[in-house]
């Protein structure tokens, strides 16, 4: 399983963008890069996830480079409430694959 | 999107009892669904596999009697955490994929708070 690395920790301002970088240098081919939010006492919930490029949703944007050893997570204009460890997980997307964590980065946005 | 829901989310019990927490996959069968443990300001730790119709399997270091994994179910596992002492006290959280969707992510519970008196 790919290992990844991520900074321990961000501090933000609200209505600032954010961007998570996180290392993966061992990925596999077929593995693919998914991030989760996790708030205390709550279980992780998924943000965004890709393989390759550039992939938005709703809430954040994932670009991946072409050698895919690193992605960069985006937050654009953060408020209080993204306040949370942000988790970059790499693996397979199959039933019986578990990911495993890394460290996680804790965001802090301040007012 | 896909549903994971733990019960319960918090229990007290005292040292030496046994407790079960259980994972239900809302909206879709999960043949496979995984435990994890998280200790305060740590990250998710990997327990085991629960597969339905067949054992569990455990990571490293975990000890299968003493967390023991059903999975009766194509909608339902279930943790239980035999003769528990404080050292056990934790966040314990499941989570699936949806088989029937393409490339799905993992969805997780929101997680069951376990404390060992």
């Known amino acids: 399983l790919a290992k990844t690395t991520q900074p321990i920790s961000m501090d933000s301002y609200e209505g600032q963008e954010v961007n998570i970088t996180c290392s993966h240098n061992n990925i596999a081919t077929n593995d693919y890069i998914t991030w989760y939010q996790q708030f205390p006492s709550q279980g992780p919930r998924f943000i965004i996830q890709?393989?390759?490029t550039k992939v938005t949703n709703e809430v954040a944007s994932l670009f991946i480079p072409a050698d895919r050893k690193s992605s960069t997570l985006s937050l654009p204009r953060v408020s209080l409430s993204d306040t949370a460890v942000y988790y970059c997980?790499?693996?397979?997307?199959?039933?019986?694959?578990?990911?495993?964590f890394g460290k996680g980065t804790t965001l802090s946005v301040s007012s | 999107g896909a549903v994971v829901s733990q019960h319960p989310s918090r229990v007290i019990c005292k040292s030496g009892t046994s407790v079960k927490i259980e994972c239900r996959s809302l909206d879709f069968q999960a043949t496979t669904m995984f435990w994890y443990r998280q200790f305060p300001k740590q990250s998710l730790m990997l327990m085991a596999t629960s597969n339905e119709g067949s054992k569990a399997t455990y990571e490293q270091g975990v000890e299968k009697d003493k967390f023991l994994i059903n999975h009766a179910s194509l909608t339902l596992s279930t943790l239980t955490v035999t003769s528990a002492h404080p050292e056990d006290s934790s966040f314990y959280i499941c989570?699936?994929?949806?088989?029937?969707?393409?490339?799905?992510?993992?969805?997780f519970g929101n997680g069951t708070r376990l404390t060992v008196t």
């Open positions: 890709g393989y390759k």
């Open positions: 997980l790499v693996g397979l997307n199959q039933a019986g694959t578990a990911l495993i």
């Open positions: 989570s699936a994929r949806d088989p029937g969707r393409g490339n799905s992510p993992l969805h």
